[in-house]
């Protein structure tokens, strides 16, 4: 049963089912580029394939064959290294061929370990040292609203980043100049490279955080389609505030031996670790669409 | 090319570098709306102030908060702004030099940075507020241009200059009035060091205000028969071989001068020239791997061995031991 959402900006319907089918496909590409690559971060591509899959394919005004359209909305990721999720999910929206995802990590690749906004079309910015992405997405809001243009920015950032000094900064910064068309998600996952995140550098209450310093907060499931298209469109219309999204995510999601594993925050699979994982992630398709 | 009497200290005009850039600013955001300024609260003191007054919403004070904004000037600049941040250069670049790295230049994003107060004239504020490191850390960034003017004039050349390079810019500003010795009409390129004095016997290249100490140095010099060639050599990265090369060749001695820590600031960058391509005798001036302190400018620069008669001492001592 498919139930049926429509955007904003496109004036077309999304099969939710659809985009399941393929989120899970991008989980598995992430998986064997991971795998060919020899290293990367596989917990929290993982983790946020289903908001790039609805960013990408339900809520974003964009143009894969024109990546540099002055209309398109804005897309920065903030922690870098999950850019195998961001590379897999660009290709499937056609922004460059599927077969150069392989090339991942290796020499000449225009897939970069981490981001480079000079390297690949649709990557709009440079990220990896953390809280850096949050701060460029709100000077693209800025500038934005200086030329008085519609187009939307949203910066997806993890929560561990969140030790980041800088991103305190920015989100004073955004809350000063009320940027209303900037959303930021976060990919609430618990875990960062040491361990758990409330273990590490205690975040919580994150919420009451963000509301303290003056953004509208949005809680949702990161992996329930509706509500993560339902949140990312309802960021847009909040008029007085910049608005976060707090994503609860399950990093490794998808694959039983990596879900909820600090371990396999910056780890990629070997060769049975790929073979098992691809096998999950092809049951889990059938339970979509059938075998 | 020079004022007129330069020489003359009684009636040479006196600025500080910075106004040249307020001023700069105000003309360039007539001209080009795309052009917007950014501070971390200090508006005044890098003139910041003098755009704001003009084109405030095309102004951001971002609170003292450097690293994000050098972050937000990046995303300013990947949507088609031309922005300007201001602050001092112990902050910006020294505070948030990982966000110039990773967010600017790897990026190649089109941010000018301007980096005040630098330099032992600084004074009072000491050691904490006196930028010494930062030719060292800036010039060492890929993509990234790096020029330390000479006197106001200049300045508010360099920042024009700099707005019409497409791509990441450092302006090293100063804090004191120091001598305007060039004029409005003296030709300026990015890249291209200029000869202020000619000579024969030795090279002194510097940038930034100090070079009129160098050129002092050079007038009393050659009273003793000691003809200096004096190059503001204001474009440090990417820095300019050919003239370097050819000065060293016609003096076969150099001596650098800048008020910047003497490990990789100019001096360095000159010798990186020459030990490549023709190695001559160096004498590098700057300061030495220390750090500064309180007093005025004036005690400083004594103290610290950057005044006219220690640039004077160390030619003589290079030439009685080259025997020229």
Redesign the interface.
């Known amino acids: 049963m498919a139930l049926l959402v429509k955007t904003k900006n496109q004036d077309k319907h999304h099969d939710l089912e659809a985009l399941s089918v393929l989120a899970n496909e991008i989980r598995r590409d992430i998986i064997k580029m991971l795998y060919e690559a020899g290293s990367g971060h596989s917990g929290g591509s993982l983790g946020m394939t289903d908001i790039f899959t609805a960013l990408y394919f339900a809520v974003l005004n964009h143009d894969p064959k024109k990546p540099a359209w002055s209309g398109r909305d804005?897309v920065?990721l903030s922690n870098g290294h999950i850019c195998p999720v961001w590379y897999a999910t660009l290709a499937h929206a056609g922004y460059f061929p599927l077969s150069e995802l392989k090339t991942l990590r290796k020499l000449g690749s225009r897939l970069q370990g981490h981001p480079?906004?000079?390297s690949l079309p649709g990557v709009?910015?440079?990220?990896?040292?953390l809280?850096?992405?949050?701060?460029?997405?709100?000077?693209?809001?800025?500038?934005?609203r200086?030329?008085q243009k519609k187009n939307y920015v949203f910066c997806l950032m993890s929560d561990g980043e969140l030790n980041e000094?800088?991103t305190w900064?920015?989100f004073?910064?955004a809350a000063k100049?009320k940027l209303n068309n900037l959303t930021a998600v976060i990919d609430r996952n618990n875990i960062q490279i040491d361990g758990y995140t409330e273990d590490i550098m205690p975040l919580e209450p994150l919420a009451d955080k963000f509301k303290a310093f003056g953004w509208h907060v949005l809680e949702i499931n990161g992996h329930n389609m509706p509500e993560i298209i339902s949140a990312l469109e309802t960021s847009k219309v909040i008029y007085e505030k910049p608005v976060v999204v707090i994503a609860h995510t399950i990093p490794g999601k998808g694959v039983s031996f990596m879900e909820n594993r600090f371990e396999w925050h910056g780890k990629p699979p070997a060769k049975n670790e790929r073979d098992q994982a691809l096998k999950e992630l092809m049951k889990e398709r059938k339970d979509y669409v059938g075998s | 090319m020079l004022v007129r009497d330069v020489y003359n200290e009684k009636t040479i005009g006196r600025e500080p570098t910075r106004n040249g850039y307020g001023a700069a600013l105000v003309e360039l955001g007539r001209k080009n709306k795309n052009i917007v300024v950014l501070t971390g609260d200090l508006a005044e003191s890098t003139r910041a102030q003098m755009f704001q007054a003009k084109y405030p919403e095309r102004f951001f004070d971002v609170g003292v908060a450097e690293q994000n904004m050098m972050g937000v000037a990046a995303g300013l600049a990947l949507t088609g702004k031309i922005p300007f941040v201001s602050s001092y250069a112990v902050f910006s670049p020294g505070r948030n030099w990982d966000q110039l790295r990773v967010s600017v230049c790897y990026s190649r994003a089109n941010v000018k940075i301007i980096g005040a107060h630098t330099g032992l004239s600084v004074g009072p504020d000491g050691a904490t507020h006196q930028a010494l490191e930062d030719i060292a850390i800036t010039r060492c960034l890929p993509n990234l241009t790096v020029i330390a003017p000479c006197d106001v004039h200049e300045t508010k050349k360099a920042i024009f200059a700099a707005a019409k390079i497409a791509g990441p810019v450092y302006i090293r500003l100063a804090r004191e009035a120091t001598p305007a010795f060039t004029t409005p009409n003296t030709d300026f390129q990015v890249g291209r060091a200029d000869i202020l004095r000619r000579g024969h016997h030795v090279s002194i290249i510097g940038c930034g205000p100090i070079l009129y100490e160098a050129l002092q140095a050079a007038h009393s010099l050659s009273q003793e028969g000691i003809e200096a060639e004096v190059i503001n050599c204001h474009t440090i990265k990417p820095i300019d071989h050919k003239t370097i090369i050819a000065s060293a060749k016609k003096t076969e001695a150099v001596v650098t001068v800048e008020e910047h820590q003497i490990i990789g600031g100019l001096g360095s960058a000159v010798a990186e020239v020459l030990s490549a391509h023709y190695p001559v005798p160096l004498k590098m001036i700057g300061v030495r791997d220390t750090f500064g302190e309180s007093g005025t400018p004036n005690e400083l620069m004594i103290k610290y061995g950057l005044d006219r008669n220690q640039i004077i001492d160390t030619v003589r001592r290079m030439m009685k031991s080259l025997l020229k």
């Open positions: 804005r920065f480079h906004n000079l709009e910015n440079t990220g990896g040292p809280g850096q992405g949050i701060s460029q997405a709100i000077g693209a809001a800025l500038a934005l200086l030329d000094g800088q900064e920015a004073m910064f100049y």
